[in-house]
């Protein structure tokens, strides 16, 4: 069973930097979809950014563009989401997501593994 955990979140100050990571287990995540994902209180979840399975061009929104970047690390089986420039709408519990369905590279789909989420709130 595929496990998918978060970690790097927490209290940072507007325009400051914070990489968060999602480490997997159960699966080799080199082929899968990825993507993260967040919510804040009284909102819907939104997709941030999501990349296919073959690393073609990212998705981000429109929010983000610019400032967050999305990766993977295949030897470490780990995502990651750097955010940069953060503000505080940022704030938010961020999960990370993964299928094993390379395509599309969108947010906008199913996604079957989720974390359990990490906070990140931008506060001075």
């Known amino acids: 069973q595929v496990q998918l955990v978060e970690s790097g979140g927490g209290l940072v100050q507007p325009g400051g930097s914070l990489r968060l990571s999602c480490g997997a287990s159960?699966?080799?995540?080199?082929?899968?979809?990825i993507g993260w994902f967040r919510q804040a209180p009284g909102k819907e979840r939104e997709g941030v950014s999501c990349?296919?399975?073959?690393?073609?061009?990212?998705y981000y929104a429109d929010s983000v563009k610019g400032r967050f970047t999305i990766s993977r690390d295949n030897a470490k089986n780990t995502l990651y989401l750097q955010m940069n420039s953060l503000k505080p709408e940022d704030t938010a519990v961020y999960y990370c997501?993964?299928?094993?369905?390379?395509?599309?590279?969108?947010?906008?789909?199913?996604?079957?593994?989720w974390g359990q989420g990490t906070q990140v709130t931008v506060s001075s």
């Open positions: 997501a993964a299928d094993p369905f390379r395509y599309p590279g969108t947010c906008n789909r199913h996604f079957r593994h």
């Open positions: 990349i296919s399975g073959s690393d073609g061009r990212p």
């Open positions: 159960g699966a080799t995540l080199d082929y899968y979809a």
